[in-house]
Nanobody
C-alpha cells in the first residue's frame, strides 16, 4: 500500500495550489485522511482532516483559505489552498488510517512529502 502526494510547487503570496494524495494497493477501506505540514525548524502540525463520511476539521491558521476533500471511490484526498501566505511554506504530507481487509486492524500510513513554497 502506498500513498502518493503531489501538487506542490512555488507560488506567489495570494496564489493557489491544489494538493492530491492517492492511495494504491490492496486497500479495503480508509477511515480518516489528513494533511500535515512541517516547516523548517518547526514541529509537524495537522493542517486538515476528513472522515470517511466527509466531516472535516482545520487548523485555525488555514480556516477559510484551505478546503479538504476526498474521493472514496479513488482512495484519494485533495487540499485546495487559496490565499497562500509565506507562512504556509512547508513540506506537506498526507496520512491515512486504513484497513487492508475487513478483519484487519486499522493502521496509519504516510505518503511522501510535497514541498509548498510561497514566495515573491
Amino acid at each position: 500500500v502506498q500513498l502518493q502526494a503531489s501538487g506542490g510547487g512555488l507560488v506567489q503570496p495570494g496564489g493557489s495550489l491544489r494538493l492530491s494524495c492517492a492511495g494504491s494497493g490492496s486497500i479495503f477501506s480508509i477511515n480518516l485522511m489528513a494533511w500535515y505540514r512541517q516547516a523548517p525548524g518547526k514541529q509537524r502540525e495537522l493542517v486538515a482532516g476528513i472522515s470517511s463520511s466527509g466531516s472535516t476539521n482545520y487548523a485555525d491558521s488555514v480556516k477559510g483559505r484551505f478546503t479538504i476533500s476526498r474521493d472514496n471511490a479513488k482512495n484519494a484526498m485533495y487540499l485546495q489552498m487559496n490565499s497562500l501566505k509565506p507562512e504556509d511554506t512547508a513540506v506537506y504530507s498526507c496520512n491515512a488510517i486504513l484497513k487492508l481487509a475487513w478483519s484487519a486492524p486499522s493502521r496509519s500510513y504516510w505518503g511522501q512529502g510535497t514541498q509548498v513554497t510561497v514566495s515573491s
